[in-house]
């Protein structure tokens, strides 16, 4: 059970902020509904990230371009009631910010209000100045996303690592610390060179997570179906396994159907 769990009621920006000044990392994981969002909480998780990553571990496709705003914000609805401490940020889909302003700040609006999030995540950086500008005219907390920017994978054509030659870093470079001047509370950084990630830690005084991006940032995210083995067929280098739940979740519903197939289920003192 974590310390820091009991010393906060509720997880900020400013705490967080404070966490990355202090020298403490920061733990994040993606939630997308109530009952797992119930159990991340109650274990300490500091950020839950309704991620647009829904569209491939509950929906199926091949991309996030599919989900939409409606289905976003129906995800984030049901991870915020199951949360008593950790921020929730929300990630705004594709389409619903990129090229309008006033669209990005009615789709903020839209999830801030309708799922109770506390935070909304945005990909890109100078293209997208606009609009972060005009959500956080509106006192929404907006994290960033650089690096890989899946919503963007037809453009890059592959996931495969970003920001390897010098042109590439520090273009990223200059977005982070854009991001910040605009205000940002923090920052994702996807799949990145590990030495390119410290060097933007260490710049910038708002919070680097990183996800594929090596141990020297402020703190870590990954997809919990990815961390909890759900999903066996992702397997990048930077994804550690923490459980086996496809085998143990494969196991227990072969065990349910064998004990109703044998008229095991349900035995005398199972009934009414």
């Known amino acids: 059970m974590s310390v820091h769990k ?23 994981l993606t939630a997308y509904d109530y009952s797992m969002a119930t159990i991340l909480d109650a274990a300490g ?3 839950l990230l309704v991620g647009d990553s829904a569209s491939n571990v509950m929906a199926g496709h091949e991309t996030t371009l599919p989900i939409t705003l409606d289905q976003m914000i129906y995800h984030a609805s049901s991870v915020v009631r199951g949360v008593s401490r950790a921020f929730v940020v929300v990630d705004m889909p594709f389409g619903s910010y990129q090229g309008n302003s006033s669209e990005a700040l ?5 999830i801030m ?7 909304i995540k945005l990909e890109g950086g100078a293209e997208i100045k606009e609009s972060i500008t005009r959500i956080l005219s509106a006192g929404v907390p907006v ?4 690096g890989l920017t899946p919503q963007s994978i037809y453009k890059f054509g592959t996931y495969t690592v970003r920001a390897k030659e010098e042109a590439e870093a520090q273009k990223l470079i200059e977005d982070a610390l854009l991001l ?3 205000g940002c509370f923090a920052i994702v950084l996807e799949k990145i060179p590990s030495e390119l990630a410290k060097r933007v830690a260490e710049q910038l005084t708002i919070p680097i997570i990183g996800i594929g991006a090596g141990p020297h940032v402020d703190g870590q995210v990954l997809v919990v179906h990815d961390m909890l083995g759900i999903n066996k067929e992702f397997k990048p280098r930077f994804l550690r396994r923490y459980a086996d739940l496809h085998t143990i979740m494969t ?6 159907v064998k004990d109703v197939k044998a008229k095991d ?7 009414y």
């Open 251 to 256: 196991d227990a519903v072969q065990n349910y």
């Open 265 to 271: 289920f349900p035995s005398e003192k199972e009934a």
């Open 113 to 119: 209000k309708e799922s109770g999030g506390h935070g």
């Open 143 to 146: 994290m960033g996303h650089l």
């Open 180 to 182: 910040q001047e605009l």
């Open 6 to 28: 009991n010393d906060i009621k509720k997880v900020t920006t400013h705490q967080l902020q404070n966490m990355k000044e202090r020298g403490e990392k920061i733990s994040m």
């Open 45 to 47: 998780v500091d950020v």
């Open 106 to 110: 009615r789709s903020a609006i839209r």
